[in-house]
């Protein structure tokens, strides 16, 4: 029998490969695991969809427009109470955020006042942004790529809710608006800009249209609110119209729980 070499090697399995998984290469299958990863969890824990709370990450609870943190906080109560009630086997319209402060916090620790599941899409930066301690355990994500946290913000989401925000909440606003605006979405999306003074000052929507950059009828793809009473009635409305009459409503299965349909086209 030949003798094995003092320096015998071979290599791991791939997949237990770190080398391997970390490389260039590699990537694709990194990319493949941010779908898949929340989409197990979020199977397991019957999510069918999400509205999601966009909003910043420096607005403070006690700064100066710490009334947006207290009325995000709110809302996201009232919503998933609201959710409660609906009876479903499945945990429809579940309030999802960024996962870190600000806003994000806000709207996470308002769906756990009301003793509700709530998703935390994190993303790994080197400041601002940690998982706040209101996400749902199993529900609490961490995305290397900006844009699987963006396709999974949009993949199960029926409505969104735009607090004041800067270059982040500007961004993924703009995604939401554009999928809408081109109907790359499946269905219907309520979109509600909360705070009307604060986002007709950041944005002058009329210019748009006046200098061809958007046709009117894009004015129409969402609506103003200024308080949670307002936003709660907007969603609630909405949504029953679009996704709870009987005609429109997604079929649902206790035996085989499955995610909502694609939200892309």
């Not at 919503?79 to 009876?87: F, I, K, P």
Request: hydrophobic share 40%; net charge negative; charged share 25%.
């Amino acid at each position: 029998m030949a003798k094995v070499p003092p320096d015998y090697f071979h290599r791991p399995v791939a997949y237990k490969d770190d080398a391997f998984i970390e490389s260039n290469e590699a990537r694709p299958l990194r990319i493949l695991s941010e779908y898949l990863w929340p989409l197990v969890h979020l199977e397991e824990e019957k999510i069918q969809d999400t509205i999601v709370f966009f909003g910043s990450a420096r607005l403070k609870e006690d700064g100066p427009l710490g009334k947006y943190y207290e009325e995000a906080r709110e809302l996201a109560r009232l919503v998933t109470e609201w959710s409660a009630s609906l009876n479903e086997s499945m945990n429809r319209f579940v309030v999802c955020s960024g996962g870190g402060e600000g806003i994000m916090e806000a709207a996470n620790r308002g769906a756990y006042d009301a003793g509700g599941k709530t998703v935390g899409l994190n993303i790994g930066l080197p400041f601002e942004q940690r998982p706040n301690p209101y996400i749902t355990p199993e529900l609490s994500f961490e995305f290397h790529y900006f844009f699987m946290r963006k396709f999974w913000f949009a993949y199960l989401a029926k409505a969104l809710v735009v607090f004041p925000g800067g270059f982040g909440t500007l961004d993924e606003m703009g995604e939401i608006l554009t999928l809408a605006q081109t109907k790359k979405l499946e269905g219907k999306i309520l979109i509600v800009l909360y705070g009307s003074k604060f986002w007709n000052e950041v944005i002058n929507w009329q210019a748009l249209v006046d200098h061809g950059m958007i046709a009117e009828s894009d004015l129409d793809l969402f609506q103003f609110a200024d308080d949670p009473a307002t936003a709660l009635r907007i969603l609630k409305d909405g949504l029953t119209k679009y996704y709870l009459e009987p005609e429109e409503a997604l079929p649902k299965s206790e035996e085989a729980p499955e995610i909502a349909r694609s939200r892309l086209s």
